[in-house]
C-alpha cells in the first residue's frame, strides 16, 4: 500500500509542475490590461478559472493529501537500525602487547 501512494505521489507531482510551467500567467499580459479595454483591475478580469486552473487546483489539493498520507505512514514504521547496538556487542579485550620504549626517553614508541 505504501509503494502505490509514493508512485500516485510521484505522478501528481510530475503532473502539477508540468501544468504549472504550461499555464499562463496572470502577470505575463500586463501590457494588455492598461487601455486595452480590460477592466479597472490591474492583472485583468479573472474568471471561475480554466481547464487548467482547474486541474492544477485537483491536483494540489492531492498531492497536499498525500503529503499527511504518506507522513502518518511513516510516523507508524518502526525506526531503523541506527547500529548503536554494534557497539555493545563487539568485546573489549584487556591484554595488550607490552609496549616497547625509548632508551632514551622513556616514551612508548610502535612496532
Request: net charge negative; aromatic share 10%; hydrophobic share 45%.
Amino acid at each position: 500500500m505504501y509503494e502505490i501512494f509514493i508512485a500516485l505521489y510521484l505522478l501528481i507531482s510530475l503532473a502539477l509542475i508540468g501544468l504549472v510551467l504550461i499555464q499562463h500567467g496572470k502577470g505575463a499580459s500586463m501590457g494588455a490590461a492598461f487601455g486595452a479595454g480590460a477592466s479597472a483591475t490591474v492583472f485583468g478580469s479573472s474568471g471561475t478559472g480554466n481547464f487548467l486552473t482547474k486541474t492544477t487546483t485537483v491536483l494540489a489539493t492531492l498531492f497536499f493529501v498525500l503529503s499527511i498520507v504518506l507522513g502518518n505512514f511513516t510516523a507508524k514504521q518502526s525506526k531503523p537500525d541506527d547500529g548503536s547496538d554494534f557497539f555493545q556487542s563487539v568485546p573489549v579485550t584487556t591484554e595488550q602487547a607490552p609496549a616497547k620504549k625509548d632508551d632514551v626517553n622513556d616514551i612508548p614508541v610502535g612496532n
